[in-house]
Every structure is written in structure tokens, then in C-alpha cells.
């Protein structure tokens, strides 16, 4: 009995090792000042956006089967750019999630494909035309 409790340890152990393996954080910061631009160009992602006082651009971004991600990012005088694919074939099965937290007057463009978003703290009106376009205002 007590060898099949070690048993059934050691693949419980095991199993948390390989799960950990599969996820990992990164955290990407830029420090700004003045109003920005953030541009963002995703695919297959769940954004969350959040307005902060704090006179930087963070991107969090928590990736499940993170070797299967290529993520890029620069940053000018005008903004920050991030831009995440995943790769051929083994990026089928890889997902993330990106918080992003942004200064207040920060102008964001989020170019989204297959993303969920979600815009918190928001104040304004939000169009979603029919030609796949959001606006917000």
C-alpha cells in the first residue's frame, strides 16, 4: 500500500513539474512620459486593458506552451509596439493572456484576431460596426 501511495506521489509531482514547464510570465515594461501610442497586434489571446496612473506601459502577458509564442516588442518616441504569434504547428494548442496596463491619456490600437477582450475602468462610448471596426470614444 505505502508503494503505491509513493507511486501516485511521484506522478503527482511529476505532473505539477510538467504543468509549470507549460506556463510561463513575462513581463514587458516601458516607461513613458506625455501621451503614447500602444499599439497591439494578437491573435488567438485574452487582453485585458487597464488605465493607471503609473507613467508606464505594462504588458504582462501569461503564456500556456510559452516555446510555441514569438512575441516582439520595440518603443520610439511616439509609442510602444507589441506584436504575438504563435508559432506553426505547435501554436494550436499554446494560448495567453495579456493584461496591459496603460497611463490615462495613452492612445491604444488593438489590431485582434480570435482575441477576447476586456476593457476595464472604461468612461466613453464603444461602436462595434459591423465591418469588424471598434471605436470608442
Not at 485574452?46 to 510559452?66: F, S, W
Request: proline letters at 5%; aromatic letters at 6%.
Amino acid at each position: 500500500m505505502q508503494q503505491h501511495l509513493n507511486t501516485l506521489n511521484e506522478l503527482a509531482s511529476a505532473v505539477s513539474t510538467v504543468a509549470e514547464m507549460a506556463r510561463q510570465s513575462q513581463t514587458y515594461r516601458f516607461n513613458v512620459s506625455g501621451a503614447i501610442t500602444l499599439y497591439m497586434d494578437l491573435e488567438s489571446a485574452e487582453v485585458r486593458v487597464l488605465r493607471r496612473p503609473d507613467p508606464a506601459v505594462e504588458v504582462i502577458a501569461n503564456l500556456q506552451v510559452p516555446f510555441a509564442w514569438r512575441i516582439a516588442t520595440d518603443q520610439d518616441e511616439a509609442g510602444v509596439y507589441v506584436v504575438a504569434r504563435r508559432r506553426p504547428v505547435v501554436g494550436s494548442v499554446a494560448s495567453a493572456a495579456f493584461q496591459v496596463n496603460v497611463p490615462p491619456d495613452t492612445y491604444i490600437v488593438l489590431k485582434l484576431r480570435d482575441c477576447r477582450l476586456s476593457l476595464d475602468a472604461l468612461t466613453g462610448t464603444v461602436e462595434l460596426p459591423g465591418d469588424g471596426t471598434i471605436k470608442v470614444t
